[in-house]
């Protein structure tokens, strides 16, 4: 049984077709890294599994994602309760301008959770479970900004997981972090893929082979290749894909 | 060769742009320096026309008045020379003009030659006098006593609640319902301002659509160009009489019309300034707030809002600057009376409508003219602390950020 299912997806930016009848399934309490040249569409794929395309002014998405087995682009979704299930990680870290304890507690606190106790504990839960209780425990009222680029990025996991999603995406979530934070955030993907099914875009073909079980490989916004990771980076059906790991072109 | 002459174009260019810095710094300078000069040349006067005396009886106890106090004596509000520290007469009051109650036509001849010394018998037979007449009047024996007048001072021209500056004999500097009604206008108008400006930046930047913006935009900008004129006319004729129906006022011209006008005034730059600030949100942080579940308002209100706080603010107070100095649209709507306002349905008259209807009828140099600079250095330094304020609010955002 699938946790995500997309079906015959097409996706337009005005005239232009970004995504072209992409079908891809992915199992729960697995990782699946998207790769590919850049715009290629993985990052486009990725923000409608959130639906976070919705915001960008002429866009059009034809066929269906299922999540849970419900289509999450029917008229009578919740945008909202899909966010809170489908978390989110960007490429830069995006901490607010607010205290480190409040960076997590917002996104309960917009979910309407009133509780100071359970906020409290969903709070220090969400930072122990990013490994970041020992480096902040001392700071939480100090503003996010003071904290390092690989510590905001796993604020930002932690602000994620705090509302307790079951999907959680990340976009190159360590693009913009040195070589030991990024090592930190594949360590982490690693331990969260017991409770999370997590779905990460990235650049890097070493970290997609060190932390996915699944990869699939967009060109030109078609899907060319799903597989098992093992197989995609040893031996993988489609000449083009061969290329691209093997750094022949993108 | 053709090197020298490039140098010699740079620096040409140089010094022009050079000229045009320092020509603009030092018109300003020079235009805060003249506004201060003439406005100062009030404290150094004394509130009574020139060459204008105030003359009594030579027993009289009493050697100088406060301005307020002579403004008494001739309203009849004091009648006795006992409430201002002297004996217990009855004060009889002499304008030039009262002289016939006294004297016949023949008495003073015909050319009034003998106008000098028939004041001067009075005065030394009325001992409850207080006479005010020019002083080509004066006798050569002149026997009255000429009363000390205190020049203007600095704490009651802010603090004096009437303003009569032609009135005679002395002229009543009180800017104090001035200032009042400039502040009670530009407050009554940022408060209606405020909401519908922030709610105006609020949709055009979060929620309109693309087109709709570019549509909306420009109009609100088109509403910063025109002449206030046309915003004074159209108070006078829509919104005056819709006060003066709406609440049954006897007159439309009141403090509300004024706010109400300058509200829609200061719209443009509340509205473009804090839409600007929203925009600059990054679309990072709003994607954040978004991605965790956060409704549209939700991040409005708790990511864009509190991170263009600064932004807002400052188009608050530019908007309140913009109030505070208008001149002509509330010249035309707010009634126009010195009084201090205790309601906005009230006529009320602000510091620049003042400057702008009086000082044509002030001479030149007078003490009415250095009144009414005096009043534009008020003006001056509360726009001048509220353009200081809106610095220190950029300034710490700046400083926020980095």
């Given amino acids: ?250 | 060769m053709k090197t020298n002459f490039k140098q010699l174009k740079e620096k040409l260019i140089e010094s022009v742009l050079m000229l045009s810095g320092a020509a603009t710094s030092i018109t300003v300078v020079l235009i805060v320096f003249f506004l201060f000069i003439e406005g100062a040349g009030v404290f150094n006067r004394k509130p009574i026309d020139d060459g204008y005396l105030l003359v009594v009886n030579a027993t009289n106890k009493v050697k100088t008045l406060q301005p307020s106090q002579v403004k008494d004596v001739f309203d009849k509000k004091i009648t006795n020379w006992n409430q201002l520290g002297g004996e217990n007469r009855p004060i009889v009051l002499f304008r030039t003009s009262d002289i016939t109650e006294y004297y016949t036509e023949e008495e003073l001849g015909a050319n009034f030659e003998h106008f000098p010394e028939k004041i001067n018998e009075l005065i030394q037979k009325q001992p409850g006098i207080i006479a005010f007449f020019s002083d080509k009047y004066k006798s050569d024996k002149f026997s009255g006593k000429e009363l000390d007048i205190d020049k203007v001072k600095v704490w009651e021209f802010l603090s004096g609640e009437e303003w009569f500056p032609t009135a005679q004999p002395i002229a009543q500097m009180g800017v104090k319902p001035l200032i009042y009604g400039t502040l009670w206008v530009s407050f009554g108008a940022i408060l209606l301002a405020l909401p519908i400006g922030l709610a105006a930046a609020i949709y055009l930047s979060e929620i309109a659509q693309k087109r709709t913006r570019s549509l909306l935009k420009p109009l609100i900008e088109l509403l910063a160009g025109i002449p206030s004129v046309v915003y004074g006319f159209f108070g006078l004729v829509v919104i005056v009489p819709l006060i003066q129906e709406m609440f049954h006022l006897p007159v439309g011209e009141t403090g509300l019309a004024g706010s109400v006008v300058l509200a829609i005034m200061a719209l443009p730059t509340i509205i473009t300034i804090s839409e600007d600030a929203m925009r600059n949100t990054p679309r990072a942080m709003k994607e954040a707030s978004l991605a965790l579940g956060a409704s549209k308002w939700q991040t409005i209100y708790k990511v864009v809002m509190p991170y263009s706080a600064s932004g807002i603010t400052a188009g608050a107070i530019l908007g309140i600057g913009r109030a505070i100095g208008e001149t002509m649209a509330v010249l035309m709507v707010t009634g126009n009376a010195a009084v201090i306002p205790n309601t906005l349905l009230a006529p009320v008259r602000t510091i620049p409508a003042t400057i702008a209807a009086e000082l044509g009828e002030a001479p030149n140099g007078g003490l009415h003219y250095e009144a009414l600079f005096a009043l534009g250095c008020i003006l001056f330094l509360i726009t001048f602390g509220i353009n200081m304020l809106v610095e220190l609010v950029t300034n710490r955002k700046a400083h926020k950020k980095q």
């Fill in chain 1, 1 to 250: 049984m699938h946790k995500i299912e997309s079906k015959n997806v097409n996706f337009f930016y005005g005239e232009t077709q970004a995504l072209h009848d992409i079908s891809l399934s992915m199992k729960e309490n697995t990782v699946t890294a998207l790769i590919g040249p850049s715009g290629c569409g993985k990052s486009t794929y990725l923000r409608l599994l959130n639906r976070m395309n919705d915001l960008i002014d002429n866009t059009r998405m034809e066929g269906s994602i299922l999540i849970d087995q419900k289509d999450i682009y029917q008229k009578n979704t919740n945008v909202d309760d899909l966010r809170k299930n489908v978390g989110m990680v960007f490429q830069k870290p995006n901490p607010f301008p607010k205290t480190i304890y409040e960076n997590v507690a917002y996104g309960l606190r917009v979910n309407g959770v009133e509780d100071k106790n359970i906020i409290e504990e969903r709070v220090i839960t969400s930072i122990e479970q990013v490994a970041l209780w020992d480096e902040v425990k001392d700071k939480l009222k100090k503003s996010a900004f003071e904290l390092s680029g690989g510590q905001q990025q796993r604020l930002c996991i932690a602000r994620a997981l705090a509302i307790q999603p079951s999907v959680l995406l990340m976009d190159e979530p360590t693009s913009a972090l040195d070589p030991i934070s990024t090592s930190k955030v594949e360590e982490l993907v690693h331990e969260l893929k017991k409770k999370y099914t997590i779905v990460i875009v990235t650049h890097n073909m070493q970290q997609a082979a060190r932390v996915s079980d699944n990869t699939a490989f967009f060109y030109m916004g078609k899907l060319i290749e799903c597989d098992k990771t093992k197989t995609i980076f040893t031996k993988p059906a489609i000449q083009q894909t061969e290329d691209y790991i093997t750094g022949r072109f993108g």
